[in-house]
């Protein structure tokens, strides 16, 4: 059975043929309530037409909720067939990208089995081979592998440099053979040749005679030799004797081979650099090493380390001692600095304001005139600087006939060698420099300059 509020209201007259005014309710419930008792408060009551305009709100209230949440559902509904349809056109996944697989190299063995993006395999070389190539490859987001191929070579005698200053080694059978560069001998170069300084090449061993390669031809029996070898004797007990370079271009008087020392060695010939230096990558130049910058030094603390050709240096600037009111400060490991002089310390003013030092490494030889160094001023700020310079060369001896000073600009001076230096040697000249302003002494400076001249033109 259904009935709604209109139904619920229309009930039959009670007792006594009197229809009730309206739905009342009484705030008590008799005997065992847990009210208190109706004596306490009256009756309430609501009209039929307030109870009614209650239940009409109530449904209006459900039935809002009830559009709002269909509202809902089909805005989820929409938004969820739109992002299957999006997914559903868009272009298919990638595969991930792989690279070709990788083999061990000979003699040694690979570890790692999966060739991905960004992971990585290993290489190692079996016991008496060396991995020449990449240990480690990485496989790259284009498909290819990092690094370079490996391979394991055989580890040679000569694959630990045994021979030493500037020595050529030579492969034999288990064993080696060190040729070694002008002043230098023993089985590794690793004596100071005492005497007279050997010939440019060797000729004793195996490795610089061989018997030729023959072969019959017609009625006649061929022979020849490998480049930089020539033949000596018959065919029948001829030799492959190796060809000295270096003998036969400086008495050819061809061009020079190598700028230091040729080494003769079999079927060629190889350029060798005094110690101190290092061969370029044309094969006959030589660059100086400098041990400074590469902390080859022995230099102590409180001494400064200063390169020179083929070797370096301790330096430790010392500021001149102090004399009457003259007296100097180290502000820098190179530079002192005179202290303040007395008001009427004539002396003392005219005595040099600075005192630097500087250090310069020059090859024997140095084609002249060859400026050297640069002084130069400056004036401090909110103070005039001077309006001109003199500039000259301390002190006496035979500096003076090497060494020029000339002015290239109005407050720039410079140091000219005009005589070439042959070295080894070393050679002290101190630059001063002047300052006026209207005519009137300012101020004096000096640079001390040691030249390192080395023994050798490079």
């Not at 010939?269 to 061969?279: E, M, T, V």
């Not at 600075?354 to 024997?364: E, R």
């Amino acid at each position: 059975m259904s009935f709604d509020a209109e139904e619920l209201l229309h009930e039959p007259p009670r007792s006594g043929g009197r229809r009730d005014p309206g739905w009342c309710s009484s705030a008590g419930a008799g005997a065992g309530s847990p009210f208190p008792s109706p004596s306490l408060f009256p009756q309430s009551c609501l009209s039929r037409q307030q109870l009614l305009g209650a239940i009409r709100q109530m449904q209006q209230l459900l039935k809002g909720q009830e559009t709002r949440f269909s509202e809902g559902l089909r805005a989820m509904r929409s938004r969820l067939s739109s992002l299957h349809s999006t997914l559903a056109r868009a272009a298919p996944e990638a595969p991930r990208v792989s690279c070709p697989a990788l083999q061990a190299p000979t003699d040694g063995r690979k570890f790692g089995t999966k060739y991905l993006v960004e992971h990585e395999v290993h290489f190692t070389c079996d016991v008496g081979f060396q991995l020449q190539g990449s240990s480690t490859r990485m496989c790259q987001a284009n498909g290819t592998w990092s690094g370079q191929e490996p391979r394991c070579e055989e580890i040679s005698e000569c694959s630990s440099s045994p021979c030493q200053n500037g020595g050529t080694c030579l492969e034999g059978s288990n064993q080696f053979q060190c040729l070694c560069p002008q002043q230098w001998t023993g089985s590794t170069c690793q004596y100071r040749a005492q005497t007279a300084p050997p010939t440019r090449s060797g000729t004793d061993g195996p490795a610089f005679s061989h018997r030729p390669r023959c072969a019959q031809v017609a009625q006649s029996q061929q022979c020849s030799c490998d480049p930089g070898f020539h033949m000596s004797g018959m065919a029948s007990n001829g030799l492959c004797q190796d060809l000295d370079e270096c003998e036969v271009f400086q008495r050819d008087g061809g061009p020079r081979l190598c700028v230091h020392s040729c080494v003769n060695i079999p079927g060629s010939f190889r350029c060798s650099c005094p110690p101190g230096y290092a061969l370029l990558g044309d094969g006959k130049s030589c660059e100086d090493i400098d041990e400074c910058s590469l902390s080859q030094d022995n230099c102590t603390g409180g001494s400064s380390c200063i390169n020179t050709g083929g070797g370096f240096q301790c330096v430790i600037p010392r500021c001149p001692p102090a004399v009457g009111n003259v007296s100097y400060v180290q502000t820098s490991p190179f530079q002192c600095e005179r202290n303040p002089c007395p008001m009427e310390s004539r002396a003392c003013h005219q005595a040099p304001k600075t005192i630097s030092f500087h250090y310069l490494a020059l090859p024997s030889r140095v084609p002249t005139p060859a400026p050297l160094f640069r002084m130069a001023t400056a004036g401090a700020p909110g103070r005039p600087g001077p309006d001109s310079l003199r500039f000259g060369i301390a002190g006496g001896g035979h500096s003076r006939g090497q060494f020029v000073v000339q002015r290239s600009d109005r407050h720039t001076g410079e140091l000219i060698l005009v005589q070439s230096l042959q070295g080894p040697q070393t050679i002290q000249v101190d630059v001063d420099m002047s300052e006026y302003l209207e005519r009137v002494f300012l101020a004096k400076h000096v640079s001390k300059i040691t030249l390192f001249v080395s023994a050798f033109e490079f």
